[in-house]
């Protein structure tokens, strides 16, 4: 991979690149962005002899940019409060993805900070889900710490261990193929299912109403002091 080498065509742009998408991912709202394979990959090109960029520099900058990315997610959803949950869907934004990872939330409390960091989607929206629920700041700033460093440096120091190994080193073009495309798994299997549940609403249709909603019915299904008024 030659362009992306130390003398390559954007060989220089890596280390910016993984920061900037790091950091968007992170704190603006976009989950759609490969944050496991991106890390994964530059710590793999890292380990190569043309190198673009040290992994001892790109672990820790792959971090902060998650840290910060987290801090602005935190603004948001501080800033926002509970309003961000009445917020209808665009197209970026999807609000299951938001109620998917408050309940993530709900369901591991702090621990889900840091958790989070390995969950697509999660890790973009929990900060914010944070920010909204009014978590004390400093405990925030803690976890997010902790699962940023995990997460952002540990992938990419998992990809460069893994570069160093020779099979992975002479096919380096075929592993970068086969992660990314392990990586959209998940992604087609939310939507899959997304779609599946559409599908079932349709074919179900709307419910139809009970009887015993109309003050004027005399069903015998009824009880006394059933029948609901309008």
Do not use: N
Not at 95 to 100: I, V
């Amino acid at each position: 991979m030659y362009w992306l080498g130390h003398d390559g065509l954007f060989g220089s742009a890596v280390l910016p690149g993984v920061m900037l998408i790091v950091f968007v991912e992170t704190g603006l709202l976009c989950p759609f962005l490969p944050g496991d394979t991106l890390l994964f990959t530059a710590g793999l090109l890292a380990a190569q002899d043309d190198a673009p960029v040290d992994v001892w520099t790109l672990a820790p900058c792959a971090a902060l940019a998650a840290v910060a990315g987290g801090q602005v997610g935190y603004l948001i959803g501080w800033r926002l409060g509970p309003a961000i949950f009445a917020k209808e869907d665009a197209r970026i934004f999807k609000k299951h993805y938001l109620t998917s990872s408050q309940a993530f939330f709900s369901r591991h409390g702090r621990k889900a900070i840091v958790i989070g960091h390995f969950v697509g989607v999660v890790r973009t929206f929990m900060p914010v889900i944070a920010g909204a629920s009014a978590m004390r700041y400093r405990v925030f700033v803690f976890y997010d710490v902790v699962g940023a460093a995990l997460w952002g440096a540990g992938l990419t120091v998992v990809g460069f261990q893994l570069g160093t190994v020779a099979f992975v080193d002479d096919h380096l073009e075929l592993m970068v193929v086969v992660i990314a495309g392990l990586s959209t798994l998940p992604v087609a299997a939310s939507a899959l299912q997304a779609y599946r549940a559409r599908r079932r609403a349709a074919v179900s249709g709307p419910a139809s109403p009970s009887p015993c909603s109309d003050p004027a019915s005399t069903s015998p299904s009824c009880p006394p002091g059933t029948v609901t008024p309008r």
